[in-house]
Structures are given as structure tokens and as C-alpha cells.
């Protein structure tokens, strides 16, 4: 069987954490489809295009995995592209009460689509974008953080 997954998230920007989820994710599925959402209540600091881009970069030797953008909601969006599980990490106990609740409210919503958890890195289980964000524009070192091949562009962007 052909098992296709997606990784649905707001990857603003890509973290170690979110790269580590799609490559454990690209070892265990045929193919993983990273979805950036396009939010249009809250405003990005990277925007779609953006993201995706680094997005692009940081998984380049990956070749099971692609990059796409979508709008709206997930459980439809997976319907559209006949996709049924998704793929999500789970950093603490304080992740899992929305993730539970998402994974829930998406099988109300397309009660064919699962919802795997996979546990975040012990490294990065702190790790969140917007961190990054904050630590970047106050100049603090985030090479530990984003992956190397994405820094330079994170940092000049996020630098006040
Ligand atoms: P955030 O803005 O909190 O960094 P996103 O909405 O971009 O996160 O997250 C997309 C997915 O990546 C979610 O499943 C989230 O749990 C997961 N994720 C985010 N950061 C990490 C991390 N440090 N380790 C593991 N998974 C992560």
C-alpha cells in the first residue's frame, strides 16, 4: 500500500523540531505532504511564500516529501487530496490538550482522517517558532535552533 501523510502547520519559520518531525515521518511513509497554512486572521511574519521556501530548502535531500500551501480547513483540504492520516509532533503535555482536541474534532469532521503523534526530539522538545522569532530579533543565537542551510536568511530577516 502507497501510504501518503500530511504535516500540516504554520512553519513560521521552520524549526529543527518541525524538520525532525518530517524526516522521521519521510523514513516511515511512502510519501509526506508538508502543508503551510495560510491563516487569514493572523499575519504571518514569514509569509506564505516564504515559508514554503525555506521550507524547500531545509528538506532538499528529502525526496518523498513536498511542500504545498493550503487555506481553509485541514480535514477538508485532506478529503480534497484523498490524504488520511496526518502527521503531528507532540512536545509536552501542554501540546497534547489542543492536538487532542483538533485530532478529535477533525474525525467529526472526515471520519476517514487519523491522526498519528509522534514524540518531539528530546533536543528540540522546547523548540517553537515563535521563540526563534523572539530570540532572533533581540540577536541571540539561533544556530542551534533552525537548520543550518536556512540561518542566514532567518537571521536577516528577523533582525531588527
Ligand atoms: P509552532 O508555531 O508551535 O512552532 P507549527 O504550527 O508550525 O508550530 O507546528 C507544526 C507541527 O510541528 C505541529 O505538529 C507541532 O506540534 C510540530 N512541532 C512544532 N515544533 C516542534 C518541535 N520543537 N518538536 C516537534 N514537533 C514540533
Do not use: W
Not at 524547500?56 to 513536498?66: P, Y
Not at 515563535?130 to 543550518?148: K, L, Q, T, W
Request: charged fraction near 25%.
Amino acid at each position: 500500500m502507497n501510504k501518503t501523510v500530511i504535516c500540516p502547520g504554520s512553519f513560521d519559520p521552520v524549526t529543527l523540531g518541525h524538520l525532525d518531525i518530517i524526516t522521521r515521518a519521510a523514513k516511515m511513509f511512502d510519501r509526506v505532504i508538508v502543508a503551510v497554512l495560510v491563516n487569514s486572521a493572523k499575519t504571518p511574519t514569514f509569509s506564505t511564500e516564504e515559508r514554503i521556501e525555506l521550507l524547500r530548502e531545509a528538506v532538499g535531500g528529502l525526496e518523498n516529501v513536498e511542500i504545498v500551501s493550503f487555506k481553509g480547513l485541514l480535514a477538508e483540504y485532506c478529503k480534497k487530496c484523498g490524504v488520511g492520516t496526518i502527521v503531528k509532533g507532540l512536545r509536552a503535555v501542554s501540546d497534547f490538550e489542543y492536538e487532542f482536541q483538533m485530532a478529535l474534532a477533525n474525525k467529526k469532521l472526515n471520519p476517514e482522517l487519523e491522526t498519528v503523534f509522534l514524540a518531539a526530539d528530546a533536543d528540540s522538545t522546547f523548540l517553537s517558532s515563535s521563540m526563534v522569532r523572539e530570540i532572533a530579533s533581540m540577536g541571540g543565537d539561533i544556530s542551534n535552533f533552525v537548520p543550518a542551510c536556512v540561518h542566514d536568511r532567518i537571521v536577516e530577516r528577523l533582525r531588527k
